[in-house]
């Protein structure tokens, strides 16, 4: 924008939008932009910026992306920032409160067992019984005896309870 001279600063070509932001958020955003060094305090766009404006999403969430990769941790990072960009599965939506309540009382202690809450997910009681046992081998030695010894349970003892 300010290659093609339509204004002095940032501010300035953003002003003359038909629907103009607000002079201090555009001074939020450019701020934004300064502290994840999208651009320089002169508002030129850096290498960082250029990669940034490829990214759909969030600028913060899109830095620690590649800082992510850069460090060679990205899967992890991934899953992060999709947690962090999605909505909270925990807000009751709109005209649906009654559902939602109703769905929050299945889940009540007393209401519901292990074998009947597994059946309604899609994890089944043959997947737990095939998973603790797997959990359970997964374990290092030493935190598998300090488990069954602290909880006196084993994997068979739970399997054999839940049936």
Excluded: W, Y
Excluded at 48 to 56: H, I, V
């Amino acid at each position: 924008m300010l290659k093609l001279k339509l204004g002095n600063t940032i501010e300035d070509v953003l002003l003359r939008a038909l629907d103009p932001p607000s002079s201090i958020n555009i001074q939020r955003a450019i701020a934004s932009l300064v502290e994840v060094k999208a651009l320089t305090p002169a508002e030129e766009i850096t290498p960082m910026g250029r990669l940034l404006s490829k990214l759909p999403m969030d600028v913060h969430l899109g830095k620690f992306l590649l800082v992510a990769a850069l460090f060679k941790c990205l899967d992890p990072a991934l899953t992060i920032a999709a947690t962090l960009n999605s909505k909270s599965p925990f807000v009751t939506p709109f005209g649906f409160e009654g559902a939602a309540d109703a769905a929050k009382k299945g889940f009540a202690i007393g209401q519901q067992d292990i074998r009947q809450f597994c059946s309604l997910t899609l994890i089944g009681v043959q997947g737990i019984a095939t998973f603790l046992p797997l959990r359970m081998c997964s374990l290092a030695g030493g935190e598998r005896r300090r488990m069954s010894a602290s909880s006196g349970s084993s994997a068979s003892a739970i399997l054999s309870r839940s049936r």
